[in-house]
């Protein structure tokens, strides 16, 4: 379904359901690209290094750090410095308050 179609229906749930469902849409376009999911995947067990992410994807060291660009660019993952290195974690709160969003909208 094109997500505007999505948004012109939406319009007619009111000013904040919308801004709602946009930015859930956004989060599921987000994650429904692969290597992101499989991202937050390997996150999911504990925080990691790049080489560690670019070692269990298999992908490019410059692709695995686009991807967790646009991860952090939506908040979805944080990282921190540990010497040379950047290690990567999830952002647990906001992914929950997405999934929670999700249920919402399903009726769960």
Known sequence: MNVDIVFTMTDKCGPKKSAEIKQLAVFLGMIAEENRLKIIYLLQNGEK?????WKGLDLPQNLVSH???????Q???E????GLNVIYYLNEKKLGKHLKKINNLIGK
């Open 79 to 82: 990282s921190r410095k540990e």
């Open 67 to 73: 991807h967790l660009k646009m991860l952090k660019k």
């Open 75 to 77: 908040g979805l993952i």
């Open 49 to 53: 290094c790049v080489c560690e992410l």
